[in-house]
């Protein structure tokens, strides 16, 4: 059973910078499966913020940037603010329409 | 502007059928570009990924969910269906309906229903 990984929690400053990852359990995350990410804030839906890799959703600002960093898929927040702090989930495309997400990463900011 | 809303029991028994239906508006569902899924979210963890349709009827499913899922299309209505079986306290979570493109991941959400499994 493939299992995508991310780190359970992190913490930034306002105006820092931080780099979310999301991993397999088996082998290296490529730009085929596709890495992307979603910001979820409490009671709301996600809001999807990177697909295919790098490409950033309508209205999300370019402070927000993806990537594939060695194996892993990662996102990048930079000059963070107050109100990034939020869960933040990433999910891979695994081939034959299947996809799997990661368990997601609670991003505080202070 | 697309808008996908989730309908149904908000309660269920254990062992029951869970059952949702998802109306689109502001785009169709018969669109060749898009896949239409659902992802569900138990309380105060991650989100999992249930399955997927086009509009043929082409589904594709969580393998392990997959004993217990369907999945199903109205075009007629704009609507798709998810059905799932033998249902436990296991499944209570917040059910998501998405509208998505094939391999991208750019996913489209609904806002959400609460499913609760419980007598």
């Known amino acids: 059973q493939t299992v995508v990984t991310q780190e359970p929690s992190f913490s930034v400053s306002p105006g820092g910078t931080v780099t979310l990852t999301c991993a397999l359990s088996?082998?290296?995350?490529?730009?085929?499966?596709?890495p992307s990410w979603y910001q979820q804030t409490p009671g709301q839906a996600p809001r999807t913020l990177i697909y295919?890799?790098?490409t950033r959703s309508s209205g999300v600002p370019d402070r927000f940037s993806g990537s594939i960093l060695g194996s892993k898929g990662a996102l990048t927040i930079t000059g963070a603010q107050a109100d990034d702090e939020s869960d933040y989930y990433c999910?891979?495309?695994?081939?034959?329409?299947?996809?799997?997400f990661g368990g997601g990463t609670k991003l505080t900011v202070l | 502007q697309l808008q996908l809303q989730e309908s149904g029991p908000g309660l269920v028994k254990p062992s029951e059928t869970l059952s949702l239906t998802c109306t689109v508006s502001g785009g169709s569902i018969s669109s060749y570009i898009y896949y239409w899924g659902w992802i569900r979210q138990p309380p105060g963890k991650g989100l999992e990924w249930i399955g997927s349709?086009?509009?043929?009827?082409?589904?594709y499913y969580n393998p392990s969910l997959k004993s217990r899922v369907t999945i199903s299309v109205d075009t007629s209505k704009n609507q798709f269906s998810l059905k799932l079986s033998s249902v436990t306290a296991a499944d209570t979570a917040v059910y998501y309906c998405a509208r998505h493109t094939p391999y991208s991941g750019s996913f489209s959400w609904g806002q959400g229903t609460l499913v609760t499994v419980s007598s």
């Open positions: 999910v891979l495309y695994m081939g034959s329409g299947l996809w799997v």
């Open positions: 295919s890799t790098n």
């Open positions: 349709i086009y509009y043929s009827g082409s589904t």
């Open positions: 088996s082998g290296s995350v490529s730009t085929s499966h596709n």
